[in-house]
């Protein structure tokens, strides 16, 4: 187990492809108040996997993977694919092994989680009709309700969502082989013909992912989607509406903030328990 009055070594697995980004900024903060709170040292190292095809070695306790643009589905042979999905066999491998007796806990988000889903191969990674852009709840199975990362978060939570492509009809007998679970999906409307999307999977003990956006923060949120050429871009494709409930949901406290200060902090706290 990390010594927690010692250092605990985080991983930030850059998946931006260089595109700007809130997503590594609050990641960063997370990981700095975290540090502050628990009086701990804590060392983090981020690797661009996408443009330089940086992938992180075993030596760290913690690996978060971001989200980032384009497809999930590897439609082009893209050498950091490979490549990324070594480092999930290796993290695989190492945990697999009993004689490895601190494992190494792996926390991937969005785009990372349509990844991963793929590579367990335990549902359909598409492309939406329409790109889902919001604050939106997040309604958690039963699964999810044991579940140590929303320890503290009400059912439904509210949660950041961006993304063109989803996770959709799992196939729950590859699931329960394996030993995942499905924590959390999209709202459920009957009424509605459409597949209801994974938003959070615990794809085995020490790997988690959400369709969500866990890192996202009120403050940068807001001050974003104030910025002229943001507000219009959502008025542009989604109308005024959009922009004013996103903002609303931004600044109640107990929707996205509750998400910020819960998800990622549970999710380390677990990872050094174990």
């Known amino acids: 187990m990390p ?5 605990v070594k985080v991983a930030i697995l850059d998946l931006y492809e260089g595109v700007a980004n809130e997503g590594m900024r609050c990641i960063r903060q997370i990981l700095k108040h975290y540090a502050e709170e628990k009086n ?5 190292h981020e690797f661009d996997v996408r443009l330089k095809k940086e992938i992180p070695d075993i030596s760290y306790d913690v690996y978060i993977s971001t989200g980032g643009p384009g497809s999930p589905l590897g439609e082009e042979e893209d050498e950091w694919e490979q490549e990324y999905f070594k480092w999930i066999w290796n993290i ?14 792996v926390l991937f988000i969005c785009h ?9 191969e335990i549902g359909n990674v598409s492309k939406r009709k329409s790109t889902a852009f919001g604050v939106f709840p997040v309604h958690i199975v039963d699964d999810g309700r044991t579940e140590p990362v929303f320890s503290g978060l009400p059912d439904p939570f509210y949660a950041v969502d961006s993304r063109d492509y ?24 009957p009424h509605v013909p459409l597949e209801r999307a994974v938003m959070a999977l615990r ?19 807001t001050m974003y989607l104030q910025r002229d050429d943001k507000k219009e871009m959502v008025i542009e494709n989604h109308g005024i509406d959009k922009w004013q409930s996103m903002i609303d949901h931004l600044n109640d406290p107990d929707k996205i903030s509750l ?15 174990n």
Not at 92 to 105: F, G, L, Q, T, V
Not at 171 to 183: M, N, R
Not at 259 to 269: A, E, G, Q, W
């Open 166 to 189: 989803q996770v959709i009809e799992p196939d729950y007998q590859k699931i329960e082989h394996i030993g995942a679970s499905v924590l959390a999906i999209e709202k459920d409307r």
């Open 259 to 273: 998400t910020y200060s819960h998800v990622i902090p549970n999710f380390i706290d677990q990872a050094i328990a």
């Open 92 to 105: 695989e491998s190492y945990n697999a092994d009993p004689s490895n007796r601190i494992k190494k806990h």
């Open 40 to 44: 701990i040292e804590l060392i983090s």
């Open 3 to 7: 010594d927690v009055k010692n250092k």
């Open 203 to 221: 794809f085995n003990e020490y790997m988690l992912g959400t369709q969500f956006h866990p890192e996202a923060d009120a403050e940068g949120m």
């Open 112 to 120: 990372s989680f349509q990844m991963a889903c793929r590579y367990f």
